[in-house]
Structure formats: structure tokens, C-alpha cells
């Protein structure tokens, strides 16, 4: 076998979770941090726990809500079709 292939193996590598919570294991990193762990994962807790930690939610609605502001200043056809269709939508409301 080569020497100095593999990386150093750390027996005792540590591992901290964003909870508070650490906890001793194998791994070829000496120091290890993790946004969820076995004492704060809803899967073992059994609570349920919203992690959007790369703000993903905030950013669909952004999008969407640029999406809406697009299609407000649409020209031509197109925004003929929508001008229609809302007027339509709106008649079927009013007569139920």
C-alpha cells in the first residue's frame, strides 16, 4: 500500500450540533459542527421543527411575488388574455 494515501483518522473526533449538543466519533475531521443531531431531529424527538436555515421560503416568495409585478406590466396579447380572464373569473364569482 502507499504511504500518505489516506487522510489521518481521528478516533476521537468531536461533533457539535447547533442545539448545544456534542458527542464523540470516528471520522477523518477533528471537529465536526452540524445544524441537526439525534437529540433535535423531529424525526426522534417527535416534535416538528422548521429549519430553513438558506432562507428558502423567503426567496419562493420573492420570486413569486416578482412573477405577480411581471405579469402586471405585461403589453399586447398577452396581457389582453389576462385582462379577460380576470374579468370573467370575476363575473363567475358574483353570480354565485
Known amino acids: 500500500m502507499k504511504k500518505d494515501t489516506h487522510p489521518k483518522y481521528y478516533e476521537n473526533s468531536r461533533i457539535i ?3 448545544g449538543n456534542s458527542f464523540e ?3 477523518i475531521l477533528e471537529e465536526i ?3 441537526l443531531c439525534s437529540a433535535c431531529h423531529p424525526f426522534f424527538t417527535g416534535k416538528q421543527k422548521l429549519v430553513d436555515t438558506a432562507r428558502r421560503v423567503e426567496k419562493f416568495e ?3 411575488q416578482a ?3 411581471v405579469s402586471q406590466v ?3 396579447k398577452k396581457a389582453k388574455r389576462a385582462v379577460q380572464a380576470d374579468k370573467k373569473a370575476k363575473e363567475k364569482e358574483e353570480d354565485k
Open 25 to 27: 466519533a470516528g471520522s
Open 62 to 64: 420573492a420570486k413569486i
Open 33 to 35: 459542527k452540524t445544524d
Open 17 to 19: 450540533c447547533a442545539c
Open 74 to 76: 405585461r403589453k399586447g
Open 67 to 69: 412573477q405577480i409585478e
